[in-house]
Nanobody, 124 residues
């Protein structure tokens, strides 16, 4: 049974930083894509970044480029999201997810496994 657990969320002021962690267990193969998503109240789930096994650099959505950095270690089944210069609009529940096909996408519908999410609140 595949399980993903996110941690590292919290409350910060605008301009602050947080580092999210995702630990996956139960994966029988290291060939998969792992991604970060977020969902704010009343909004659709948004893809932030993903990295497929074999991809040299993560892919990011434009709104976080230059501020967020994703790292992934498929051998250790872990992923991280370093978030800098956080803004009010970054407030959301953040999820990590796995796509078994290793295709990788910012489309949440393509992902098979999800964590429970961790809350990030940016407010002055």
């Amino acid at each position: 049974q595949v399980q993903l657990v996110e941690s590292g969320g919290g409350s910060v002021q605008p301009g602050g930083s947080l580092r999210l962690s995702c630990a996956a267990s139960g994966m029988s193969s290291a060939v998969y894509a792992i991604a970060w998503f977020r969902q704010a109240p009343g909004k659709e789930r948004e893809g932030i970044s993903y990295i497929s096994n074999g991809q040299t650099q993560p892919t990011y959505t434009s709104s976080v480029k230059g501020r967020f950095t994703m790292t992934g270690d498929h051998a250790k089944n872990t992923a991280y999201l370093q978030m800098n210069n956080l803004q009010d609009e970054d407030t959301a529940i953040y999820y990590c997810a796995i796509d078994r096909t290793n295709f990788g996408s910012l489309d949440y519908q393509l992902y098979d496994y999800w964590g429970q999410g961790t809350q990030v609140t940016v407010s002055s």
